[in-house]
């Protein structure tokens, strides 16, 4: 399975925490862990200081309490777990997986699983409310959608289009036509 994973598996970057204004960056590849920083500062004693960079194994890193410090102070106690569960082996294979082929699974899921699935990650939240899941979900339920409702469930979003019962959803169609006419009328005026 780790064959299925980029050589760089985790990367994210920040500033650190006030009241410095360092530059920092975190790579995790297949075989290591990268800390970089670049000083930044106003005051002479650092205008010659050169950006610097820890490299150590993953098995390494496991065993570097001073950097697992360093990286929850810049970037947080959760990012810090992540790449500890990361060295440890721990890959979350469905998070790495591209949007496109997650919508098309996450389709096939009952309405009560998307909910759920909503509340995995900010990442899944993300994809489970968007409007392209929606889209396809309706599409998939539905036997026909008018170009015009398919305007209106543009114009309110997908997933507040589906959750809409038919009542409202025809007296909302009819409000769009009236006003559509209303606006021609003037046109042609």
């Avoid at 194994?57 to 959760?78: M, N, P, R, T, Y």
């Avoid at 994809?127 to 339920?141: G, M, R």
Wanted: hydrophobic residues 40%; charged residues 30%.
């Amino acid at each position: 399975m780790a064959s299925l994973l980029r050589e760089v598996v985790f990367e994210t970057r920040g500033q650190a925490p006030a009241p410095s204004k360092d530059y920092c960056q975190l790579l995790v590849t297949r075989q290591e862990v990268i800390f970089r920083w670049w000083k930044i500062s106003l005051r002479n004693e650092f205008h010659e200081s050169r950006p610097g960079e820890i490299k150590e194994s993953q098995e390494d890193f496991l065993d570097d309490s001073s950097l697992h410090i360093q990286i929850a102070i810049v970037f947080g106690a959760k990012v810090l777990e992540h790449v500890l569960n990361l060295c440890r082996g721990n890959y979350d294979f469905l998070e790495r997986l591209p949007v496109p082929l997650l919508l098309y699974i996450i389709s096939f899921l009952e309405l009560e699983d998307i909910a759920r699935l909503s509340q995995v990650s900010r990442r899944f939240e993300m994809i489970c409310n968007s409007n392209a899941l929606w889209e396809n979900i309706v599409e998939n339920l539905c036997d026909t959608i008018t170009p015009e409702m398919k305007e209106l469930a543009q114009e309110m979003g997908w997933k507040r289009f589906f959750f809409t019962d038919r009542l409202q959803l025809q007296l909302q169609l009819r409000r769009r036509r009236q006003k559509q006419d209303a606006q021609n009328k003037k046109q042609t005026e």
